[in-house]
């Protein structure tokens, strides 16, 4: 027999005969498909809702096609027309849908620029240690300039916390965020378009760490934007202007031009999902809600104008005039759409987007209606599955045949009626019937298998379980055969065939994906099914509970059960603390959901390792890792709301030991970013997650919110081993003290004793003060690397005092030019140029390299520059054009020494042999290059050698950590020669 899911395996896969449609006299069920650039444009013949034309194109990893510019609309009409196609189709675009109604609808309106205009809100602030202030917002395009969106000062500092506007026309308003008078960098946010558009920041006194978020998206972040020090309390909040006094002092040329509504703040960091929900479902988050809109508790000067209009959330914009926004399923922003906005075509809020074939005109409709539809997919995801798709028929699939051999005729025509199940009773049947496929031993599953096993599965997932709650018995038999069949594809023999199929899906995350959203579904409906769900495998355990928030007398704790666990730290809890913040919220009966999944780390990865995307980075820096645990997930659900509680998270992960001293690894707690997935970047995640505990085979973190968790480990290479490296630590220990109290001792005597001064003098005082200071930063720096405060400053300390003590062996090199080689140049204020060399050059390259880099200015492991980013090159760029200078004056010099020392051999010794004059100049010269070497800094030269032994790791530690001046008698004076 051959019928739907049971027999299809090896056909899933769906065929674009006909090309690039050169030729019009292709039937229509030959030329169904389109290249154009990157992408396959497929047709859908069926007649679906919109939902379920959008499901069709996503079971085949794809999307319903998304149009981003004119010239695709142009291609695909064409396309359209050489198919002889009349119906109107289904394209990947909704009308922004109404929200729920929670916000009000009063707004602020400011109208030109003045110094008068505010609203002051009545509410008395306390201490904030992390504060999330969000607002709806629409700039006033005529006008460029700075626009103050809100500000708030306390008595004793106008400047606390504000948020300011640049606009200057013809492009993008951008936002900086100032607190504590420390101001953010400007960053591009929206388009200067006259429309509404979301506006959030974000600040936390750890770390100093911040975000400013448009329309949904972080559009800059960064840290150490006023470390430490919370916001202070019994401050004014003002919107439309800039304070210069507490509470007043306007000026005209800062103020807020436009309409501000529905501005919330939190005492607390909103992360992402929460900032996503306010924007596009209109959800206020309570947890920690500080402020909420309400414009009874403003004091309005009477020229703002408050009027009520249709918030966004309620369906109708603020203004009937108010753009509409356009949703596209596969994640892409095109500004480009063409649906007509007049009388005879509305465009209502929610109704989905059709595509015209004959005039390439769109339009809204109904999203219930039946048409067909038009999708679009990756062209190399598209031709690795042809490939695939001709392969013969697998193992699995000739079992799968073999095993439905005997099913009834009306499971065979129910079977047919779709190439998917359509409802719970037939998809407990066949999910039954291949893990028992799968569990054959003989049935070995290809690529192609877990493809299609990947589609059923994520279709499963997507049925409606709510119209099956009475009939619970069959919804727990198919959450367990679907758990079971899960965790036999998702196992570690079939790492493999998901790499070879890496390039069409994130591996088995998208399994845990599904198993995600089946688990929310059951949440949905477990008051018909029990009091909990306890499933667990030999990959995965998941488990559902309900629990009564005033009965948890201690931290909720999951702890896998599945015998892979056993003997293994792994755990994931809910802090007592935020069980209370629960209860606080209003909540006392919560759902909380957990997985485990294991093998997910033995999986192979593509020949890079996993990309970790860096929180809190301007840049979304991507840093390779790899990962070293299994997978445990933590939802904590409302079932009267049916939807998720955000709530923070600590867990326990037990990875392979680290041992050796090979490699240094370095943890980091990550989750896996599943809506990433259709943008630039895909995968794993570590913002709002932080290393708490970091041993040798277990690592604790804590998240700020919850999904899928894990830990990923880099691995550094290192070039010796750890006695060596003991020894190397000891040696600069002992060599910097020593220097220390010879440095001390020296500068002392230069002080008290009675040296005439000079050039020359002064030139040895200042390199004794900086290598001090380098030497007694450096000695201290160990107490610093638990605080990145102090660790920073510590860096940048050693970092100028090192760069002046070598500024100032250049002046020590370009006096003894002037001594020696032009003997007949002036000294008359030339001193004043050796200080701007020795300390105003080290002092602008620090200052420049701190603002310019600032978020990643330290290393990971010491107080010291950032090796991995290029910041280190702010010191070892000039450090070594002063050695090439350096090394030029003491070629010189030597050559002038020997030079000398022949003459005086000449004229001193008239029948000495050739043989002891030469001996008289060698020794002339080393003479030279040994008292020269140490006082111009080229002993640093081995320092470049270091990577090649560790005997000059050795030399290099004994040469520049013995920096011990000694004393020549030479006319009374005292030289240094470190």
């Not at 088995?508 to 995600?516: A, F, G, W």
């Amino acid at each position: 027999m051959h019928f739907g899911v049971i027999l299809a395996f090896s056909e899933f896969l769906f065929f674009c005969v006909g090309g690039m449609l050169a030729d019009s006299s292709l039937s229509l069920q030959e030329k169904r498909c389109f290249l154009y650039w990157d992408h396959y444009y497929d047709y859908v013949p069926e007649e679906l809702p919109w939902a379920g034309a959008e499901r069709w194109c996503r079971q085949r990893f794809g999307f319903l096609a998304a149009i981003g510019t004119a010239e695709d609309n142009q291609k695909l009409t064409s396309f359209m027309h050489s198919m002889r196609l009349t119906k109107s189709l289904w394209i990947g675009a909704k009308i922004k849908e109404s929200g729920r109604g929670t916000f009000g609808s009063h707004i602020l309106t400011f109208s030109g620029r003045t110094d008068t205009k505010y609203a002051k809100l009545l509410k008395q602030f306390s201490q904030l240690r992390s504060v999330t202030v969000c607002a709806q917002v629409q700039f006033d395009s005529t006008y460029v300039g700075v626009s103050t969106v809100f500000s708030y000062s306390i008595p004793s500092f106008i400047n606390e916390f504000q948020l300011r506007a640049n606009i200057v026309r013809g492009r993008r308003i951008q936002l900086a965020l100032l607190v504590h008078g420390v101001h953010s960098p400007y960053s591009q946010a929206v388009d200067n378009n006259g429309r509404w558009h979301h506006l959030c920041v974000r600040w936390t006194s750890q770390g100093g760490g911040w975000a400013i978020a448009a329309d949904g998206s972080v559009i800059s972040s960064g840290e150490q934007l006023h470390v430490s020090d919370n916001i202070g309390a019994g401050g004014v909040f003002i919107i439309g202007q800039e304070q210069d006094t507490f509470g007043g002092s306007f000026k005209k040329d800062e103020s807020f031009v436009g309409n501000i509504t529905q501005l919330h703040i939190w005492d607390r960091v909103l992360n992402a999902d929460e900032i996503r929900s306010f924007v596009e479902d209109c959800l206020v988050v309570p947890l920690g809600l500080f402020f909420q809109w309400n414009i009874s508790t403003f004091e309005i000067e009477t020229s703002v104008q408050v009027h009520e209009g249709f918030s966004q959330c309620q369906g109708d914009g603020f203004q009937v005039t108010e753009p509409f926004d356009i949703l596209w399923v596969d994640g892409t922003l095109p500004h480009f759409h063409n649906i007509s906005s007049d009388v005879s075509h509305p465009v209502n809020k929610g109704e989905c987007v059709a595509f015209e074939p004959l005039t390439g005109a769109w339009k809204s409709e109904v999203c219930s209606k039946q048409k067909e539809a038009l999708c679009r997919y990756d062209k190399d995801i598209y031709e690795q599955m042809q490939d695939l798709s001709s392969l013969p028929p697998s193992p699995f699939f000739l079992q799968v045949k073999a095993n439905s051999i005997g099913i009834s005729i009306a499971d065979y025509l129910l079977l047919n009626q779709s190439e998917y199940p359509e409802n719970v009773s037939v998809a407990n049947y066949i999910t039954g019937l291949l893990f028992e496929a799968a569990d054959q031993s003989h049935a070995k599953l290809t690529s192609a298998d877990l493809l299609a096993l990947t589609r059923f599965l994520g279709s499963v997932a997507e049925l409606d379980f709510e119209n099956e709650a009475n009939n619970s018995e069959t919804v727990l038999s198919l959450a367990t055969n679907y758990v079971k069949l899960a965790s036999k594809i998702i196992d570690v023999k079939y790492s493999l065939e998901w790499l070879v199929i890496s390039e069409v899906i994130p591996g088995p995350y998208v399994i845990i994906h599904s198993v995600d959203i089946l688990a929310e579904k059951l949440s949905d409906i477990l008051f018909t099914i029990g009091p909990s769900i306890v499933l667990s495998t030999e990959n995965i355990d998941m488990q559902l509970k309900v629990s009564q928030l005033s009965d948890v007398g201690k931290d909720l704790v999951y702890k896998p059960k599945c015998l892979s666990a056993r003997n293994r730290a792994d755990e994931i809890q809910v802090p007592d603390a935020e069980i209370s913040q629960l209860l606080t919220s209003g909540y006392s009966e919560l759902i909380f959901i957990n997985a485990y999944y294991r093998s997910v780390e033995y999986h192979l990865t593509s020949q890079n390792p996993d990309s970790l995307l860096l929180a809190g980075r301007s840049d979304k820096r991507l840093q390779t890792s790899q990962l070293q645990t299994a997978v445990i997930s933590s939802t904590v659900r409302d079932p009267v709301k049916a939807r998720n509680v955000p709530t923070a998270v600590q867990y326990s992960l037990s990875h392979r030991p680290v041992v050796g001293y090979s490699k240094v690894a370095i943890p980091a707690c990550v989750f896996w970013d599943f809506r990433l997935l259709d943008g630039q970047y895909a995968g794993w995640s570590n913002q709002g997650c932080q290393v708490i505990k970091f041993e040798s085979e277990i690592t604790v973190c804590f998240c700020n919110h919850t999904t899928n968790f894990a830990v990923l480990m880099q691995f550094t290479e290192v070039q010796w081993g750890f006695e060596t490296e003991i020894i190397l630590n000891k040696l600069t220990f002992i060599g910097s003290g020593a220097s220390l109290c010879a440095l001390v001792v020296t500068l002392t005597l230069f002080t008290v004793l009675d040296i005439p001064k000079s050039d020359r003098t002064s030139i040895h005082k200042n390199l004794f003060v900086a290598l001090i200071a380098a030497q007694v930063v450096l000695l201290s720096s160990d107490s610093a690397t638990n605080s990145e405060t102090a660790c920073t400053a510590v860096t940048a300390l050693l970092h100028l005092f090192f760069m002046a003590a070598f500024a100032w062996m250049m002046v020590e090199g370009l006096l003894l030019w002037s001594k020696v080689v032009t003997v007949n140049l002036s000294e008359e204020r030339r001193m004043k140029y050796y200080y701007l060399i020795g300390w105003g050059l080290p002092v602008l390259i620090v200052t420049i390299t701190l603002a310019a880099a600032h978020d990643k200015y330290i290393s990971d492991r010491y107080c010291w520059l950032n090796v991995h980013n290029g910041v280190i090159w702010a010191f070892v760029g000039p450090v070594i054009f002063i050695i090439m200078v350096n090394m030029f004056v003491l070629t010189r010099v030597v050559l002038i020494t020997m030079s000398t020392a022949k003459r005086r051999a000449t004229m001193l010794a008239v029948n000495s042999s050739p043989i002891e004059q030469a001996y008289d100049q060698i020794r002339a010269a080393v003479k030279a290059v040994l008292v020269l070497l140490p006082i111009l800094g080229l002993t640093w030269l081995s320092g470049v050698l270091v990577p090649l032994s560790v005997v000059m790791a050795y030399i290099f530690v004994i040469l520049n950590s013995l920096q011990m001046p000694r004393c020549h008698k030479r006319s009374g004076w005292f030289e240094e020669i470190h």
